[in-house]
């Protein structure tokens, strides 16, 4: 019989195959390994480091390494990467350069502090006088 977290770590497989899940929220490299359970989004290893330095907003743990609670779970499952991308990218503005997994740290990081920390681009008011 299958313990609750091999049922759990079935489902996470499960979950990295609904559309946008498959790929990092943030720098688009394939196969994420992690995940934001205080977003809702899957993260590659590189970009979740980064998220662990807002910590106040978004909590990572590995997909397969970590126990998670059926909770957790429920919330990743309701969000996902398409419709945390909806939300957190509503208002990008059309010269704003979106990083890559091959871009350097700083700039994912100034993305996902824009994206996630400062709300910028779900309310013109949020975003940089520069930006917006």
């Not at 957190?88 to 920390?117: G, H, N």
Request: charged letters at 25%; hydrophobic letters at 35%.
């Amino acid at each position: 019989m299958a313990s609750d977290q091999e049922r759990i770590r079935e489902r996470i497989k499960e979950l990295l195959k609904k559309p946008g899940n498959g790929n990092c929220a943030d720098c688009g490299v394939a196969d994420p390994e992690w995940a934001s359970y205080t977003l809702g989004v899957f993260v590659c290893h590189s970009c979740s480091g980064l998220h662990r330095n807002i910590a106040q907003i978004s909590k990572v743990k590995s997909l397969l390494l970590d126990p998670w609670s059926s909770s957790e779970l429920e919330f990743i499952d309701s969000v996902g990467n398409n419709a945390a991308k909806a939300k957190y990218e509503q208002i990008v503005p059309a010269f704003y350069y979106r990083p890559t997994s091959k871009d350097c740290m700083l700039l994912r990081d100034q993305w996902i502090r824009a994206k996630y920390e400062r709300k910028e681009f779900m309310c013109v008011e949020m975003q940089e006088p520069y930006s917006a």
